[in-house]
């Protein structure tokens, strides 16, 4: 089903502004860009994405001439959630989102104020509460004469084709027409790298701009799928950037590392948690370590280490893809808790 978001004037998603930032091209050693995702409704790149399933479906119902009433389920602890809940607020449409019982109450919260019409609690993690999503709720909705539609977190065509909607923007935000040499997004279950594939594509971004596509080491599945030859999946998630928290990436993410231009890339916890806090000092940015691992690279010249041909002329663009798991309690709590390993890394990048 391709996209059809015209059809409604509404978008659950906004254009973010594109900044370049003197205090990280100065860290970095190059021109450093920010895509600011942060500032999208659902406070995360998601809503790009998981809007434009959102507006896809609103279409092709109203296309094919159907009068039940959508209703929205997605099952999510964080930030596919709270998009999904965004953009079907903004629309007007009935959502419910299922969290895994041990889901923190602030999260909760988040969900039913951007919008939720329910959120329950079921499950000891995403698997037992996506199938109590799929095998409960939605028939029970189907029951009383709705259309149920279930909203996946990355793995679909129009999330990826929402997704690509960021670079488009990039295209017409760089200074003077300049292209970037490299784009810096980090990974999860690998929506938003296939979206950026997609929208290098569409304005003509080919393959001597490189894709560094980031992960933190214990929610690495891109990175050792690469390793293994294979789309595998790996045993359990154990790194704190929970939004990375997918055992098994989408194919698509899986077959764009056989593009040149596409560097799958670990980083530690340390590594993601400080530079978050790094960014809020420099920035005033507050996100999450998902979000940070991808910054991470602007610090201690690790981006010398991966940039092809490396000089101070470079443009690179890194996605600042937000988050809602994220306090400055939790900052605070980062910087004593990983201070003094993130100094031993920056040191190794440093002198290495």
Known sequence: MGSLCEVNSKKPWIETPLIESPTLSRA???????????????ASFKSRGIGNLVLTEEAYHKAIGSTRPLHFFAASAGNAGLAAVSATSVLGYTSSVVVPEATESSIIEKLKTNGASEVIAHGSGLAEADGYLKEVLMPQAEARGEIPVYVPPF????IWEGAATMVEEMSQQMPAGERPDAIICSVGGGGMLAGISDGMDRVGWGSDMQVLAVETKGADSLHQSMKAGELVTIPRITSIASSLGVVRVCKKAFDLLARKNVTSLVLEDAEAAMACWRLADDERIIVEPACGVSVALAYDNRLGHFLREFDKDKKVIIVVCGGSKISVDTLVQYKARYGERARELAEMWNSS
């Open 28 to 42: 970095a050693g190059c021109r450093i860009f920010l895509k600011l995702e942060n500032l999208q409704p659902s």
């Open 155 to 158: 793995d679909n065509e129009a």
